[in-house]
């Protein structure tokens, strides 16, 4: 399988989860992503998440996620010589991807007049928490605050009887969206330099990509002049076939029939209540709505009454869309992630290997080999020795501090 970004290169000088992402998503694309890390690494490294500690298994699986494909060097962009070794990297670059602080690219002179001058075809990739612009520009950000809190999505979410807002369900949740976007803009102006010779910069925010998924309440608020729509619950959409129903095994049926008149009579059928189908509580869409509270208890009752196992051959047999509520780890026997390999072993050649989850978009029908993350600094000789960097110039960069 021919990848489209192949021949692409990227130096990625960033840390954490967001950026990181978004080059995870152009290595699987294949173009050859060196990632410069500090002589701690990026701190990923050594991040404990859901209780899981860093080597759990041989990995810290948040790096491996979000640094497949890398190439990985070592470089102190403050000591001797290893500026030097930073512009030969981006010579022959098409894309420079980071997440530094405006503050610090500048103290190190790697902001963007700093290298468009002296590299003009590098497209600039820029990673933030609320944009290049406003008095929040210089600030950093975390998906937890800049994507899941202050866009509005966790505020949506939360009932109004919790005391305090619902977190996000997972690690890097809001990176891994964000990282997508930015990955998708980069690709966008690698196009448009090939057509047009037109060289940008691309920026995309942990802010921004939160309102862009919240885009439906924020544009509704604000037509109708209220801070917020009134927040999920079973009984707050007009229809009860847009709903999820408990199974006498503790397991949730999620139905989403928008065309609730169309399907009502099929699902009746199913579940093995007909009788429903005129009863004058519910027989119309009207009337399912005015008794919306009493409907969901009937189908509350009547769900109940069968296993998720005894349930699914009778919700296949209607044509009204319905699926289940999985958890995390039942993915990787999902038939559909399955045969469309959305999920994939990654073998590291050295009797270890890890499940992730394919990038989220195909060429020719075909899901893209994801490939290991790098040790730290593990392609430092390889790279350098690239670059043209002699035996004792590799030497001399270690002495210095530039390189470990």
């Known amino acids: 399988?021919?990848?489209?970004?192949?021949?692409?290169?990227?130096?990625?000088?960033?840390?954490?989860?967001?950026?990181?992402?978004?080059?995870?998503?152009?290595?699987?694309?294949?173009?050859?992503?060196?990632?410069?890390?500090?002589?701690?690494?990026?701190?990923?490294?050594?991040?404990?998440?859901?209780?899981?500690?860093?080597?759990?298994?041989?990995?810290?699986?948040?790096?491996?996620?979000?640094?497949?494909?890398?190439?990985?060097?070592?470089?102190?962009?403050?000591?001797?010589?290893?500026?030097?070794?930073?512009?030969?990297?981006?010579?022959?670059?098409?894309?420079?991807?980071?997440?530094?602080?405006?503050?610090?690219?500048?103290?190190?002179?790697?902001?963007?007049?700093?290298?468009?001058?002296?590299?003009?075809?590098?497209?600039?990739?820029?990673?933030?928490?609320?944009?290049?612009?406003?008095?929040?520009?210089e600030k950093g950000g975390y998906d937890s605050i800049s994507f899941w809190a202050r866009s509005g999505v966790a505020s949506a979410i939360t009932p109004d009887d919790r005391p305090y807002p619902l977190p996000m369900p997972g690690g890097a949740f809001g990176d891994s969206m964000s990282g997508a976007i930015l990955a998708g803009g980069i690709a966008a102006a690698i196009a448009q330099r090939a057509m047009t010779g037109k060289v940008s910069v691309v920026d995309a925010s942990l802010l921004n990509t939160g309102m862009w998924v919240m885009q439906p309440g924020i544009v509704a608020a604000n037509l109708i002049g209220v801070d917020e729509l009134p927040k999920p619950g079973r009984s707050v959409l007009p229809n009860p076939l847009v709903n999820s129903y408990r199974t006498s095994d503790g397991r949730f049926v999620s139905l989403s029939m928008l065309q609730g008149q169309r399907y009502w009579p099929g699902l009746c059928t199913a579940i093995g209540h007909a009788d429903l189908i005129d009863d004058p509580r519910f027989a119309t869409d009207a009337l399912r709505a005015a008794n919306i509270t009493e409907c969901i208890a009937v189908l509350d009752e009547i769900f109940a009454t069968k296993t998720l196992a005894e349930w699914r051959p009778l919700l296949l047999g209607q044509e009204g869309q319905w699926d289940v509520v999985q958890k995390a780890g039942e993915l990787a026997h999902d038939e559909a992630a399955l045969a469309n390999r959305f999920i994939q072993d990654v073998d590291y050649g050295d009797g270890r290997s890890i499940k992730m989850v394919s990038s989220p978009v195909q060429f020719d029908r075909q899901a893209f080999d994801a490939k290991p993350a790098p040790d730290l600094g593990a392609h430092n000789t390889e790279v350098l020795a690239g670059l043209g960097y002699g035996e004792e110039d590799i030497i001399n960069l270690q002495i210095s501090g530039a390189i470990f």
């Open 1 to 137: 399988m021919s990848k489209p970004l192949a021949g692409i290169k990227v130096v990625e000088l960033s840390m954490w989860a967001f950026v990181p992402s978004a080059g995870a998503m152009l290595s699987d694309m294949g173009a050859d992503v060196i990632k410069i890390e500090p002589h701690a690494g990026d701190p990923v490294r050594g991040l404990a998440m859901s209780g899981i500690q860093p080597g759990t298994g041989g990995f810290t699986f948040m790096f491996e996620i979000w640094n497949r494909g890398k190439r990985s060097v070592t470089l102190d962009l403050a000591a001797d010589g290893a500026l030097d070794v930073f512009h030969r990297l981006l010579e022959d670059a098409d894309v420079f991807l980071t997440s530094l602080l405006p503050r610090a690219r500048r103290k190190l002179k790697i902001d963007v007049g700093d290298l468009q001058s002296r590299h003009p075809r590098l497209i600039y990739a820029v990673g933030s928490g609320q944009g290049a612009h406003g008095p929040d520009a």
